[in-house]
């Protein structure tokens, strides 16, 4: 009988567990839509697009320009794996994402992990009306960036 009751026990945990990660994750779509950043480099021009694809991930493409030319390409993704959330960035032309666990979460910021990763090791995500303020961080470094939501016409 007590390992009938442990295993509902873990069974309903776990149900839960996934239902909350599915609320946290549907917090994360005002990010839908595309980005421009406010404090580029002089002659550079920045932007992530972000995609609902599906109810356990977004899709995102950063790229910066430099006139008409392509000088960075970042493709990432937010995903839910099991019981938790995870911000994939894969850079340029590397097969092989680097995984951010997702460690807190409102209705409007987020915050993305990875402790093991040499930089950053933290990112940031806080929506402040049409503005998004984002930042890299670890090590004692930081990165701070800004982006406008362009109008639905100009995406």
């Not at 549907?26 to 550079?44: D, M, Y």
């Not at 590397?94 to 995984?99: D, E, I, N």
């Not at 929506?127 to 701070?144: C, F, H, T, V």
Request: hydrophobic residues 35%; proline residues 3%.
């Amino acid at each position: 009988m007590k390992k009938i009751l442990f295993l509902a026990a873990l069974l309903t945990a776990t149900i839960t567990s996934h239902a909350q990660t599915q609320k946290d994750f549907g917090k994360l779509h005002w990010l839908a839509g595309t980005w421009q950043s406010t404090n580029n480099k002089p002659g550079e021009i920045d932007t992530e697009t972000w995609q609902i694809a599906s109810t356990t991930t977004m899709t995102g493409t950063g790229i910066t320009l430099k006139g008409k030319d392509t000088v960075f390409v970042e493709h990432l993704q937010l995903v839910v794996n099991g019981n938790a959330i995870y911000y994939m960035a894969r850079v340029g032309k590397s097969l092989k994402a680097v995984p951010f666990k997702l460690t807190q979460i409102t209705a409007d910021s987020f915050t993305c992990e990875n402790p093991e990763h040499d930089f950053p090791k933290k990112i940031t995500y806080q929506l402040e009306g049409n503005r998004i303020k984002a930042a890299i961080s670890g090590d004692g470094k930081a990165i701070n960036y800004e982006f406008v939501k362009l109008p639905a016409h100009k995406q």
